[in-house]
T-cell receptor, first 114, second 112 residues
Framework: ETGVTQSPTHLIKTRGQQVTLRCSSQ?????VSWYQQALGQGPQFIFQ???????GRGNFPPRFSGLQFPNYSSELNVNALELDDSALYLC?????????????FGSGTRLTVV | GENVEQHPSTLSVQEGDSAVIKCTYS??????FPWYKQELGKGPQLIID?????GEKKDQRIAVTLNKTAKHFSLHITETQPEDSAVYFC???????????FGSGTQLTVLP
């Protein structure tokens, strides 16, 4: 059973650019959530995808968007990057949406915006 | 929305001593409370969780207690070891997506 894998592990982008981060969910998990973790803080919920649809969203602007594919993998896209977008982006998968089945986190993508 | 507060922000203990980390939450609809351990450069790793129909859960040296009336839950680590040193996060699950709201973290240092 493979865990949650994220790519790339590190990324440096310039302010104003766009970025795409990728996540493969744990085997058997059909729900993917994305979190942003700023340095020294707890992760903050961005959004969740279930059955290829956005299933819930945190307090993030529309320039944060996502996709989920039929194999349950997911992408996080951020447009018009700002310096404050520099953070660790975590993907978490779970067995099913709407229930408390627990979340498995990946190791994250460290995004630096300069 | 949900708000989770976590204390203390840093905690140093001698090897073999116990460590206790406390969290409070605001949304009475929250019903799942996981604890994560995060080591440098890694993602959070689930160490123990508790559901709202249970008051206490134990797994070897780690235990979690939940007081629904007071809306607080705690992590207890006994017989601490240097490898327990990490940042620990509490979280509460609520909202339509049952998303996790995290506390601000506790840096635990176990001194040999």
């Amino acid at each position: 059973e493979t865990g949650v894998t994220q790519s790339p592990t590190h990324l440096i982008k310039t302010r104003g650019q766009q970025v795409t981060l990728r996540c493969s969910s744990q085997s058997g998990h059909n729900t993917v959530s994305w979190y942003q973790q700023a340095l020294g803080q707890g992760p903050q919920f961005i959004f969740q995808y279930y059955r290829e649809e956005e299933n819930g969203r945190g307090n993030f602007p529309p320039r944060f968007s996502g996709l989920q594919f039929p194999n349950y993998s997911s992408e996080l896209n951020v447009n018009a990057l700002e310096l404050d977008d520099s953070a660790l982006y975590l993907c978490a998968s779970s067995l099913e949406a709407g229930g408390n089945y627990g979340y498995t986190f990946g190791s994250g993508t460290r995004l630096t915006v300069v | 929305g949900e708000n989770v507060e976590q204390h203390p922000s840093t905690l140093s203990v001698q090897e073999g001593d116990s460590a206790v980390i406390k969290c409070t939450y605001s949304d009475s609809a929250s019903n799942y409370f996981p604890w994560y351990k995060q080591e440098l450069g890694k993602g959070p790793q689930l160490i123990i969780d508790i559901r709202s129909n249970v008051g206490e859960k134990k797994d070897q040296r780690i235990a979690v207690t939940l007081n629904k009336t007071a809306k607080h839950f705690s992590l207890h680590i006994t017989e601490t070891q240097p490898e327990d040193s990490a940042v620990y996060f509490c979280a509460a699950s609520s909202g339509s997506a049952r998303q996790l709201t995290f506390g601000s973290g506790t840096q635990l240092t176990v001194l040999p």
